[in-house]
């Protein structure tokens, strides 16, 4: 990681749905890689092509709107990132062009591995997703600002607060390699592990 | 103050307080093929060392063909992905456990029956089922690949702590009803993000009377429940599965059972939630939906979405209905099933095997039925053989199969096809998870075995003696 997250503009794709699952994000077939590039084009597959060779788009999937595309916002429901710890699905929707995911919650695992990957994920009340989602639906080509220092939402007169933890906050601003930072903590690692008791 | 089991575990793994967080001391990390490739390759960049390749384990599990120990049965890329978890396990001094060892196994099965997981552990592995081990009275949780190159650097992680779940099943199990029961019956109750933010303990009659295998397997869908992990105190169910295994303590055993009695939640102590549960209520549980926590009794008929008041819940319904094609008011026992996978980090261990071996011989796989068994490592398979397991599974005409995580998830060659309906004793009943287009239908291990000899989902309470 080196490039830190400030504000973001940019137009939204409103995937309107509940417990999208890690399953769905990026399906087993495609984590047979051993890099971390090249899984965009894989995102959300059974539900963006009709065909398994990803030839033929699905024209009613929201991805596939001509409308929503270029969409660096992907809006989504509760539970979002539910599932599976296969970091794939941050992978892919960074790959795809996805900066910043808003939903009205997320699982644990996904949404570290957002953290971990520079893909900043912004969690609102559910009755801020309904205005979110009214807003890009009347205007598909809205900007919506994300203001990660000022942790705000802002489309067209609306400008919502979120909650994020001030280590990750920091981590994305400023790109930090977390491994990096831990192992500056060298010596207190060592001091732990001289007194773990001997059966370990 | 009086503290959790959750509270003992974490305050012993405190490296450093950062802030809010802590950075927490990992005592054991698994890895495996899917999700470790890129976390070594993040060391190779930044000319990065494994800290601990004593306290790291590999095996071979989702990546591998059931039929053939052949690394590449499974075409390139997969052999690839293998290759390289060998070729970096060699360059990194970490003992692996490969395609055809002997101890080779779903890495959730495997690692408990070498004594890696002992009570009072923290445990990571890149694999969101990695919630298994906490029936040990581990900390046992899923991490993502950076998370793993993170442990492999520094073997520790910065973590906030949850919030705490008590979840209290009393009273003995009705004759028929099975941990997997018990743990989607739970997930059913509190829903598929129930426990999002929490780490849950498992307590009360029903959880102490269960073995070490139905522990796994309840602590193991944790994360279904969206938690961060499950816990089960330790008791002499536990030290007793753990005495004389490879890597169990032996010459400190004495020192270390001492300790291990020390992890229980105190009386007093606080949970943010508590819920109750009586298990002489809990049916075989079948699931109806995409999500774990769509799940009923197999006595009772399809929901409607009208079911639901909460709004979500019931556009989540109207979708699921559709996927899975049914109706609502239909009843499970007039579906049919196409197929039966009994195996999986949730349903592959050996108590897995008798279960549904013991309904297996009841009978034959229905002619529109296709059936397969997959040991959940070697061990349980060699047990298993030695059992004549293998033998009541083939005589009644299912597949007796190579160890491995197999259509759980089919990063193999063992997925459905659209349309196929299969009763699976795996633990994720997800869109597309068994296949594009497939559905699936979570269950226990016996009621798997039960729907494979009738074809359709039978109340496996009437196959009891």
Known sequence: MSQGFTVHTGRACPLDQANVDTDQIIPKQFLTGVTRAGYGKHLFHDWRYLDLHEKEPNPEFVMNKPEHQGASILLSRENFGCGSSREHAPWALADYGFDVVIATSFADIFYGNCINNQLVPVALSSAQMDTLFALVKATPSLDIVVDLPAQTVSAGNEVFHFDILAHHKNNLIKGLDAIGQTLELNQAIEGYESQQPAWL | ?465
Not at chain 2, 388 to 411: H, N, Q, Y
Not at chain 2, 434 to 440: E, L, N
Request: proline share 4%; charged share 20%.
């Open chain 2, 1 to 465: 103050m009086a503290k959790t089991l959750y509270d003992k575990v974490w305050e012993a793994h405190i490296v450093d307080q950062i802030g809010d967080d802590s950075l927490l001391y990992i005592d054991r990390h698994l890895i495996h093929e899917v999700t470790s490739p890129q976390a070594f390759a993040g060391l190779k960049d930044k000319h990065r060392k494994v800290r601990r390749p004593d306290r790291t384990f590999g095996t071979m599990d989702h990546s591998i063909s059931t039929r053939s120990l052949a690394i590449d049965a499974c075409g390139p890329a997969n052999a690839l992905q293998l290759q390289t978890l060998a070729t970096n396990c060699e360059e990194n001094g970490i003992t692996l456990y490969p395609v055809g060892h002997q101890k080779q196994g779903i890495v959730h099965v495997m690692g408990p029956e070498l004594g890696l997981i002992q009570p009072g552990m923290t445990v990571v592995c890149g694999d969101s089922h990695t919630a298994t081990h906490g029936a040990f009275g581990a900390l046992a949780f899923g991490i993502g690949t950076s998370q793993v190159e993170h442990v492999l650097a520094t073997q520790t992680l910065k973590q906030s702590k949850a919030k705490s779940m008590l979840i209290n099943v009393n009273g003995s199990l009705p004759v028929g009803i099975t941990a997997k029961d018990i743990i989607l019956a739970i997930i059913g109750k509190i829903g598929h993000a129930g426990a999002t933010g929490y780490v849950i303990e498992y307590a009360g009659e029903a959880i102490r009377a269960l073995s070490m295998e139905e522990r796994m397997t309840i602590c193991n869908m944790s994360i279904e429940a969206g938690a961060k992990a499950g816990m089960v105190a330790p008791d002499e169910t536990t030290f007793a599965y753990l005495k004389g295994r490879e890597y169990t303590p032996s010459e400190h055993w004495n020192d270390a059972v001492a300790y291990w009695k020390t992890l229980y939640s105190d009386d007093g102590a606080n949970f943010d939630t508590v819920v109750e549960l009586e298990a002489a209520d809990i049916a075989p549980q079948v699931t109806w939906g995409t999500n774990p926590g769509q799940v009923i009794g197999v006595d009772v008929p399809v929901p409607s979405p009208d079911d639901f008041s909460d709004t979500v819940e019931k556009e989540s319904a109207v979708k699921a209905l559709a996927y899975m094609g049914l109706k609502s008011g239909e009843k499970l026992s007039d579906l049919p099933v196409s197929h039966v996978f009994i195996g999986s980090c949730t349903n592959g261990r050996i108590e897995d095997l008798r279960a549904a071996a013991f309904i297996a011989k009841q009978g034959k796989v229905s002619g529109d039925v296709t059936a397969i068994v997959v040991p959940g490592s070697g061990q349980v398979k060699r047990q298993a053989e030695e059992e004549g397991l293998d033998k009541i599974f083939t005589d009644a005409g299912f597949e007796w199969r190579l160890p491995g995580c197999s259509m759980c998830l089919g990063m193999n060659d063992d997925i459905l096809q659209a349309g196929d309906r299969c009763a699976s004793t795996s633990n994720r009943n997800f869109e597309g998870r068994q296949g594009r287009g497939a559905r699936t239908h979570l269950v226990s291990p016996a009621m798997a075995a039960a729907a494979a000899i009738t074809g359709r989902f039978a109340d496996v309470r009437e196959f009891q003696e």
